[in-house]
């Protein structure tokens, strides 16, 4: 998959203007080196990723004028009848983020594509439905089971979790920029609401689901070791 096709074909029909796009693409190198970056600090292989040429916000309700950017969200599908998980990275976040923000919010997607696997695979899912308190990047960490420093091998990557994550992501400087050279020009947007943003996976579907079982044993461990870390830090 070209993790830039869908910019090229939103500039190609004039949604997108020469000057962001252009921003985009010089600036993608920083996400290509965040994503193998996670992978040489896990091991894991990180799912696969685009730029959506648009921002995604999102509120409490379709009346509300409170809301929240969502900078990258990761996403389960089913395509050609086999499951697949999609991190969607938000073209504002490439174009404006600082290098620390981007690999941070890249490293907080792959936690959250490590526990959908997690549940799938023990099918913990409360209904068929995953909702999108789990997969979309409301950045609510507190019952979140894999600890970064469990997962990532690497110092400075987990500063720049801690520091952007201390207690839900906020960036004020990257959030201003979005407002003032993206929703301020009216680029695309894209407006969700938490409370309906759900993916319904049947129980047929589930079942279909084959995993590689390394892959599995993997989880199974970073999932004890974190644990352990958050038994300690609750006693």
């Known amino acids: 998959m070209d993790p830039l096709i869908r910019m090229r074909e939103a500039h190609l029909k004039g949604l997108i203007p020469g000057d962001v796009y252009d921003l985009v693409v010089k600036r993608f190198p920083i996400t290509v080196d965040g994503i193998n970056r996670i992978e040489k600090a896990s091991g894991i292989r990180y799912p696969t990723a685009y730029v959506e040429p648009s921002i995604v916000i999102s509120s ?34 490439v174009a404006y983020g600082l290098k620390g923000t981007i690999h941070a919010i890249l490293a907080h997607e792959f936690l959250h594509f490590l526990e959908l696997i997690r549940k799938i695979s023990k099918m913990d899912l409360l209904s068929d439905e995953i909702t999108g308190n789990l997969f979309e990047s409301v950045y609510a960490d507190e019952a979140r089971l894999f600890e970064p420093k469990v997962v990532f091998k690497d110092r400075t990557l987990l500063d720049h979790i801690t520091k952007r994550f201390p207690a839900g992501f906020r960036d004020h400087k990257l959030e201003d920029k979005v407002m003032k050279f993206w929703l301020e020009k009216n680029l695309p947007k894209i407006n969700i609401s938490l409370d309906a943003n759900t993916v319904k996976l049947s129980a047929e579907s589930l079942s279909k689901i084959k995993l590689d079982p390394a892959f599995l044993h993997r989880i199974d461990q970073l999932e004890q070791k974190s644990a352990k870390i958050i038994k300690k830090k609750l006693y």
Request: net charge negative.
């Open 60 to 93: 409490p309700n379709p009346n509300s004028y409170e809301f929240g950017i969502l900078f990258a969200r990761t996403i389960p599908i089913f395509f050609d009848d086999k499951f697949h998980v999609v991190i969607q990275i938000s073209a504002p976040l």
